[in-house]
């Protein structure tokens, strides 16, 4: 079973120069579940199944916007519910010696749960904003080497599948298809693991359709040039 966590710090945003709006904080705890199954064929060579659960959030905070037209400053409450999706995972891994073994793996999350983010605002109702994102893939390729008994390499090479139309793109996750290609090392003896990993994704634009009647100030928006940088580190210690 595994349990989720949402929440964060204040997030503020301006519309236009004359208006601004700011949710405060909001945490939500989630249980979810999920299950797994491995075959091993042979000494080298085994496959996985792995189903995760979707998970559903809900929000309070606090509302406020300054400067809303024909109104002025509001002070309220905000609520919003929001399901995470569930997917199917699936591996391969085949060990060509005793040093190193190649994992192949692809997963399909069910992104059309994220139907929409509709937050309803205390004295103002409910706030829609459809995303009708698709279902999609991922697909990973993993490399592992031993170098001693106590220092391995590992390379890898992810893509993402785009998953947000036009029509319900935003500036949340403005993102297109993803390529990740991450390199790392690890050091482990019998009583500890550390291992640190440095990866870069490569991020295609996304076109996002503004609604003027809904006080966007665009037709339409296009980001580009996008990336990221990841740096991720874990130790596990042996009692």
């Known amino acids: 079973m595994e349990c989720g966590r949402g929440g964060g710090s204040q997030l503020c945003g ?3 120069a004359k208006k601004r709006v700011c949710f405060g904080r909001s945490a939500n705890w989630a249980l979810g579940w999920n299950a797994a ?3 091993a064929f042979d000494a080298k060579n ?3 199944l792995v189903y995760r659960s979707k998970v559903t959030h809900t929000m309070d905070a606090d509302f406020k916007a300054y400067g809303v037209y024909g109104i002025g400053d509001i002070f309220t409450k905000a609520h919003g519910k929001v399901t995470l999706p569930d ?13 190193t073994r190649v994992e192949l793996n692809g997963t399909y999350t069910k992104w059309s749960t994220y139907d929409a983010l509709n937050i309803d605002i205390e004295g103002l109702g409910p706030q829609p904003s459809p995303k009708n994102w698709s279902n999609g893939w991922r697909y990973a390729l993993g490399v592992e080497h031993k170098l001693s008994d106590k220092y391995t390499i590992m390379g ?28 790392g090392f690890q050091y482990h003896d019998k009583k500890q693991t550390l291992a640190m ?9 996304l076109s996002i359709k503004g609604h003027v009647a809904a006080g966007d100030t665009y ?11 990841v740096v991720g580190i874990s130790y596990q210690r042996n009692f």
């Open 219 to 229: 037709d339409t928006a296009r980001s580009h040039d996008n990336y990221a940088k």
């Open 14 to 16: 301006s519309g236009t």
């Open 46 to 48: 085994e496959i996985g």
């Open 37 to 39: 199954a491995n075959y």
């Open 156 to 183: 890898g090479y992810a893509y993402d599948e785009s998953v947000i139309p036009f029509d319900g793109a935003d500036f949340i996750v403005p993102t297109g298809a993803r390529r990740t290609y991450s390199l």
């Open 87 to 99: 997917s199917w995972a699936i591996g391969y891994n085949h060990k060509f010696d005793d040093r």
């Open 197 to 205: 990993t440095l990866g870069f994704i490569d991020i295609d634009g």
